[in-house]
């Protein structure tokens, strides 16, 4: 990671201890606009799959992230938004039970984070780091960050409306090559926005290849209010959902983790993870009550913060404003999603690579022996499961990915005796 900005460096923005002490800079604003731009392309995805209104997402995401800013004191620079966890249960909560009752499970997903919360502010937070030593979060951030790989390459990579896969890996070529030269080669206030570059530049490629479909922005309304569903009670589908969120509340953690080690600030203990988890959890269930998916924490967009050192929290509050604005601007919104798919799958191959290089790091820094016994089960049981596919059903509920990997380490470095320590 030496390669990429110092954060010494005069343009870079440090870490804001609250939002009260913030100056508006109109840097802080286009890096905010950057950071929505990576978190959009899997942000429209996740309702477009589950059949929701992707305007209504954008507009849940930005005030699920400015609800968590609030709840956290402005303290953590992370943006929230659609959750693919929740996307195979989505779909078939609401083929069984209709979108209202769905709702209603969401709703009530957010209370698991809100009784994690609860004992943990209880109990302190001493006990997440007994239950969550890095050698389990440190392969769970890197589960996180393989398991999205696939992802990034057959975005990278696959044909698609009016492309080959070789015109495909061409943009993307394009948008990583010029997100990197401009990560490392750039000085002043360009090394902040690389990604915002690169997808500039592969926008303009894509334009040129006669990629990019103007079909959507001519057809859709200059002003539009999302369509937002309430909720109605049905126990079923809560009963369904409930488990559901077990998963992302413990990468809701290693994510928290992993930005902290990027910033280098303990949000553990400040603002704590009883808030972080409180302010997920709310943002979650506001945005069940409003029809749009459940929130979650963005590892791309951690991944965008370690690549360009924007640490103040604060450009995520602009990331947020202005995906509640465009989620009223039918043109707007419509433009964002006439970005073909290479681009974003070129960006999406540093960025998930970044988080797989934060999870090592957070390892190194604690300085875990991973050739030690335990350790190599803990470690090697995490990355098989997690990136293998691993699944566990039972009736309608099911335990796989990152949610099956995290449990897994949990139960092996709670059970599992401790080896001995290398002598000094």
């Given at each position: 990671m030496n390669n990429f900005p110092d954060s010494s460096s005069e343009v870079t923005v440090q870490d804001a201890s609250s939002l009260t002490s913030y100056q508006f800079r109109f840097q802080d604003f286009l890096i905010g606009a950057q950071m929505l731009f990576v978190a959009f392309g899997a942000l429209v995805l996740v309702p477009i799959l589950a059949g929701l209104d992707p305007n209504v997402a954008l507009f849940t995401s930005g005030l699920g992230t400015l609800c968590f800013q609030l709840v956290t004191g402005g303290k953590v620079p992370?943006?929230?938004?659609?959750?693919?966890?929740?996307?195979?249960?989505?779909?078939?909560?609401?083929?069984?039970?209709g979108l209202p009752a769905t709702l209603?499970?969401?709703?009530?997903?957010?209370?698991?984070?809100?009784?994690?919360?609860l004992i943990i502010f209880w109990r302190g937070s001493e006990i997440v780091m007994r239950i969550l030593p890095a050698i389990v979060t440190g392969p769970v951030i890197?589960?996180?960050?393989?398991?999205?790989?696939?992802t990034a390459v057959s975005m990278a990579s696959e044909a698609g409306q009016g492309y080959s896969a070789a015109m495909a890996i061409g943009v993307a070529t394009v948008?990583?090559?010029?997100?990197?030269?401009t990560a490392i080669l750039t000085r002043g206030f360009l090394r902040l926005?690389?990604?915002?570059?690169?997808?500039?530049?592969?926008?303009?490629?894509?334009?040129?290849?006669?990629?990019?479909?103007?079909?959507?922005?001519?057809?859709?309304?200059?002003?539009?209010?999302?369509?937002?569903?309430?909720?109605?009670?049905?126990?079923?589908?809560i009963l369904f959902i409930l488990p559901v969120a077990i998963a992302p509340a413990i990468e809701h953690i290693g994510d928290v983790l992993a930005i902290g080690s990027v910033t280098q600030n303990n949000y553990l203990r400040?603002?704590?993870?009883?808030?972080?988890?409180?302010g997920d959890g709310i943002a979650t269930s506001l945005a069940a009550f409003l029809g749009g998916p459940p929130n979650t924490?963005?590892?791309?967009?951690?991944?965008?913060?370690?690549?360009?050192r924007a640490f103040n929290p604060a450009i995520m509050t602009w990331s947020a404003i202005i995906a509640i604005l465009l989620s009223f601007f039918g043109k707007l919104g419509a433009i964002l999603q006439t970005i073909p798919v290479p681009v974003m799958g070129g960006i999406l191959i540093i960025l998930f690579g970044t988080i797989v290089v934060i999870g090592i790091d957070s390892m190194i820094q604690a300085g875990a022996d991973l050739l030690q016994p335990r350790n190599l089960v803990i470690v090697g049981s995490i990355l098989i499961l997690g990136v293998g596919g691993m699944s566990i059903k039972a009736g309608e509920f099911a335990l796989e990915g990152i949610g099956l990997s995290s449990i897994v380490g949990v139960l092996f470095n709670l059970l599992l005796p401790q080896g001995e320590k290398k002598p000094n």
């Open positions: 992370v943006y929230l938004a659609s959750s693919f966890a929740f996307l195979a249960p989505i779909t078939f909560s609401v083929d069984k039970y209603s499970g969401l709703a009530t997903a957010g209370v698991v984070y809100l009784v994690l919360s890197m589960v996180i960050g393989l398991s999205l790989a696939p948008s990583l090559l010029t997100t990197i030269l926005i690389p990604i915002l570059i690169g997808i500039v530049s592969g926008y303009l490629v894509s334009l040129i290849l006669g990629l990019v479909n103007f079909t959507n922005v001519a057809q859709a309304p200059w002003l539009a209010i999302p369509s937002f569903t309430t909720p109605s009670f049905h126990l079923p589908a400040d603002p704590g993870i009883h808030r972080t988890l409180l924490t963005y590892s791309e967009v951690t991944g965008a913060v370690a690549l360009t």
